[in-house]
């Protein structure tokens, strides 16, 4: 699977971007297409995940209902919608691909099969 991520940008506060991921190579069923962020000098967070063939969604604790991640099946690609962005949000955003073998857990970065080459978010104050 090659995932191409993209819509990063410079905001200010409580502006919104539209991430974009466009998944090819392979045809997806059961998998789950994640978004993770790393700002500097943290750790790689869980943002949001959904399942590709129903739609489940899941998020972070912190997204309080700013994010909003969704899936386009004519294009074959995950959207991350998020709103009233803030400073803390400027990070690195990368998407991700989980499911080609079991026992994984959405929300760890490490059981990510496939990523993105990552788009960057900038909020100002």
């Known amino acids: 699977v090659q995932l191409q991520a993209s819509g990063g940008g410079l905001v200010q506060a409580g502006d919104s971007l539209r991430l974009r991921c466009a998944a090819s190579g392979r045809t997806l069923s059961h998998h789950y297409m994640g978004w993770f962020r790393r700002a500097p000098g943290k750790e790689r967070e869980f943002v949001a995940a959904i399942k590709w063939n129903d739609r489940s969604t899941f998020y972070g604790a912190f997204v309080k209902g700013r994010f909003t991640i969704s899936r386009d099946t004519a294009e074959n690609m995950v959207s991350l919608q998020m709103n009233n962005l803030k400073p803390e949000d400027t990070a690195m955003y990368y998407c991700?691909?989980?499911?080609?073998?079991?026992?994984?857990?959405?929300?760890?970065?490490?059981?990510?099969?496939?990523w993105g080459q990552g788009t960057l978010v900038t909020v100002s104050s």
């Open positions: 991700g691909v989980v499911g080609d073998y079991t026992g994984y857990d959405i929300f760890a970065s490490g059981d990510y099969d496939y």
